[in-house]
């Protein structure tokens, strides 16, 4: 029997049983066969889910960029480690093999550390999806410094939060960044987000668009001649396995986002494993996440997951419609990609074009077919396996969240059969429990409830930066000795599990997590608005679309609606990002509230989706008439 590597159902299930049984053996022979330690671990877990607190491989040391590049250059420092496909279908793909993205790496990490930044220093990413973005990844985990990547889709605003919040001392970006036809001012975005960070003291620019900007003379350096002049050996920093690896912000039920800390040796080990097995990765495959690498999906399965594997991981810098919907057809037959993995949201958007897009193009190169982010609907699943897959390739619907660092439930291609919509069994090594409200676990077959995980795994979050009390209210405290996800989910008959959706304030929009919290007080600045509450409702390319209910305040100067409206999600994209814009903007006189003062989303969400027939019970609420008015009135 493989631990490392399953190959079919019986395999699945007897590994299973073993990482269950004895979790620290399991997890300590991988660790043991597949990895580069300078010196091994004391023990293998520590864990107490009320402090919380979640040790992995106490006393091992180690650096995951060894790991992820230097152990490959004897066997495979030729292969293409990162194969990049620019936003413009004519500029030529680059191959950067292992051999030059360690020497890459390395020169990076000298400009790092020429540049003041020691062990332990936070350093701001904000950079579009080119080379450079994965090179100041690893060039920070090379010098033990801790990157805080932010997508490059956020605000001025936005970044500046998250600068302060880890209190980076260095920002990466570039001149610019191009999206289909677009070119996109990134510069101008992080000096504007500059202006609220005091304590930034250096900036590093990569050149892309060329464009013309401003460097601020004690501040900002162009990247590419300090490259050029830096020493090419970087011997790694010798990391502790729990000492941080990154800081990646995602949002929450408050308006500030939560910065997940995650640590160095577990992570690796479950990213590593996970991706093995999850795209029953072979030495010659081409594989490709279209994520970005600002969300975890791309840190753990464009950068560390794939690369710990000596593996070849495409990065795209553009979108799915440029040139034409075709493009993602385009790169996997001119690249033959065995393994993609992409969001519902952009499954749905293709699904919708022409299906000679899809069949111009030679996808004969495909084995394994992923999906992330969100529940896929039905009619996507078939849409994705019948024409992309052309039902020869397994579909893995991918269950995890930015928390839990890695894969968590996932069929394994060629062992676990598919069933659309469900992302079936855990991986090795993960206990889910649904758990109902009155906190106790919900047994056996053919039930649903909140996700939970009840017993620790290598890559999850060890705490949120700087707020240990946040992190253990929002995860460890609705149900005893568990972690919980925020998510429901049902468990069918054959013990498959279904993920639902958010039981919490979160709406995942075009697979994207946003906080109803930040975006209302985004509304709420305005100064014409007095209060608002923003719900989901369906959307057949988003999934979630937003839906806001807006109090004005009793002023004349704003009779005119489209544009306050158009004023409203102006302020939400300058404050957020454009992601989080809304779809309808309904202005009401008053919001259902409890008597405690709590804002009933319940109803909300119904009359956004057109379910007004079943409010259920509305009588406990303080102002039961505006209710109605609010139907009458919907958009
Ligand atoms: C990896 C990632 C986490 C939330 C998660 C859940 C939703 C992710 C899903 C899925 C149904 C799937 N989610 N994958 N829902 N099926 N296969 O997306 O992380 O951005 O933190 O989002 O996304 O609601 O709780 P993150």
């Known amino acids: 029997m493989s631990t490392y590597h399953i190959k079919h159902l019986e395999e699945y299930f007897q590994v299973y049983r073993k990482s269950i049984r004895n979790p620290e053996l399991f997890w300590s022979e991988i660790a043991e066969e597949h990895f580069v330690w300078r010196k091994k671990w004391d023990t293998v877990l520590e864990w107490d889910f009320t402090k919380p607190e979640v040790k992995w491989f106490e006393g091992a040391q180690l650096n995951i960029t060894e790991n992820c590049i230097d152990r490959h250059l004897r066997v495979r420092g030729d292969k293409t480690a990162i194969l990049f496909e620019p936003n413009d279908p004519s500029e030529e793909a680059q191959h950067i093999t292992y051999k030059q993205l360690h020497e890459r790496v ?21 950079l579009p999806m080119i080379p450079e973005l994965a090179i100041a990844v690893l060039a920070c985990a090379r010098i033990g410094a801790i990157h805080s990547v932010v ?5 001025a605003t936005a970044l500046a939060t998250r600068i302060n919040d880890c209190d980076a001392k260095m920002v990466i970006t ?11 001012d990134l510069k ?17 620019v990569a050149k892309r668009v060329n464009s013309k900007i401003n460097m601020h003379p004690d501040r900002d350096q162009w990247l590419q001649p300090l490259l050029d002049n830096a020493y090419l050996d970087c011997d790694p920093e010798i990391m502790d396995a729990e000492d941080p690896l990154f800081i990646l912000y995602t949002s929450g039920s408050t308006g500030k986002p939560k910065g997940m800390m995650h640590t160095t040796g577990g992570y690796m080990v479950y990213t590593a494993y996970s991706f093995k097995n999850v795209f029953q990765y072979q030495e010659e495959d081409v594989y490709w996440c279209t994520a970005d690498i600002g969300w975890i999906t791309g840190h753990s399965y464009i950068v560390y997951g794939p690369l710990a594997n000596g593996a070849t991981t495409v990065m795209f810098e553009g979108i799915p419609s440029y040139p034409d919907f075709g493009r993602f057809w385009d790169i996997v037959q001119k690249h033959k990609v065995t393994q993609f993995y992409t969001a519902p949201t ?23 077919l992923g999906t992330v982010g969100e529940p896929i609907n039905e009619e996507a699943w078939h849409w994705y396996n019948d024409h992309v897959g052309q039902k020869k390739c397994p579909i893995v619907d991918t269950w995890w969240q930015t928390e839990t660092g890695g894969i968590l ?28 409200e009155e906190g106790q676990e919900i047994m056996g077959n053919q039930v649903d409830g909140r996700l939970c995980i009840k017993f620790p795994w290598p890559s999850m979050a060890r705490t949120i930066w700087g707020n240990h009390e946040r992190y253990r209210d929002t995860y460890f405290s609705a149900f005893k000795n568990q972690y919980f996800t925020g998510d429901g989910a049902l468990r069918d008959e054959v013990g498959y599990y279904r993920i639902t959706g958010r039981v919490d304030d979160v709406i995942i929009v075009s697979g994207h997590n946003l906080g109803t919290a930040p975006i209302e007080d985004a509304i709420n600045e305005h100064p014409a608005v007095a209060e608002s509450a923003i719900v989901g409702f369906p959307h057949d390319v988003k999934g979630n679309a937003l839906y806001g209910y807006v109090i004005l305040k009793e002023t004349g100067e704003y009779r005119d609606r489209n544009n306050l409206s158009k004023e409203i999600n102006q302020q939400i994209t300058e404050r957020i990002g454009p992601i989080a814009k809304l779809d309808k903007i309904q202005f009401v006189p008053g919001l259902p509230k409890t008597r405690s003062g709590k804002i009933m989303r319940r109803i909300l969400r119904k009359i ?7 409010l259920g019970d509305t009588s406990t609420l303080l102002n039961p008439e505006v209710v109605q008015q609010i139907i009458d009135e919907a958009l």
């Open 106 to 126: 390395c020169k990076f990490a000298n400009v790092l550390k020429e540049q003041g930044i020691e062990k332990g220093d936070r350093v701001c990413i904000y």
């Open 409 to 436: 439930i996932s069929p394994i291609p060629f062992a676990t059969p598919t069933k659309p919509t469900y992302a079936t069994l855990p991986m090795p090594g993960i206990q889910p429990a649904l758990m109902d």
């Open 151 to 155: 997508f490059a889709g956020f605000s």
């Open 346 to 368: 952009a499954i749905r958007a293709l699904a919708k074009e022409n299906l000679d897009y899809v069949t111009n193009h030679d996808l004969s190169s495909l084995k394994v």
């Open 608 to 614: 956004a989706s057109k379910e007004t027939e079943n």
């Open 174 to 184: 570039s001149d610019g960044s191009y999206r289909g036809t677009k070119t996109i």
């Open 188 to 204: 101008g975005i992080v000096d504007e987000a500059l202006e609220q960070c005091p304590r930034v003291q250096t900036v590093l």
